[in-house]
């Protein structure tokens, strides 16, 4: 009988192997209720004091309608930023980054050893899928 229960269970575990690849790639449907997302990227002229060097940096913001979904600095994704009105503030190594999107400004600070200030443009946007233009 023990024989028998440990057969009938890998036959139930094979079964179920076989079945959950056709499920995962079954796509989900669309969820209607969902908010429609949008990116913007803007490419910052920034100036490094003392050495007045200029880099040029890229940040890549993806939204939806109620708020920031992520963010990109030079390609990389941050660990973790925060909004304070038109202003996202977040880290990337050890310099401290301020982008303010209204007035299309970049601030950051390394610690104290360096500091840059810098103004950016808006090279790309994809608005919201789904929007209209009007």
């Known amino acids: 009988m ?4 440990l057969l009938l269970l890998l036959a139930v575990l094979a079964a179920a192997a076989l079945a959950v690849p056709a499920a995962a790639q079954t796509p989900a449907p669309a969820d209607p209720g969902r908010a429609a997302t949008g990116k913007v990227v803007l490419v910052c002229e920034a100036v490094y004091l003392p050495t007045r060097s200029v880099w040029v940096r ?20 941050v660990y973790t930023f925060n909004v304070q009105g038109t202003v996202i503030l977040t880290a990337l190594d050890n310099e401290r980054i301020q982008i303010d999107t209204a007035a299309q400004t970049w601030t950051s600070d ?15 946007s994809e608005p919201p899928a789904g929007a209209t233009a009007g």
């Open 58 to 77: 890229k940040a890549d913001i993806a939204y939806d309608q109620k708020r920031v979904l992520s963010v990109r600095i030079d390609g990389v994704p």
């Open 2 to 5: 023990t024989r028998g229960l």
């Open 110 to 124: 390394f610690r104290g050893m360096a500091t840059a200030q810098g103004r950016c443009e808006r090279a790309r």
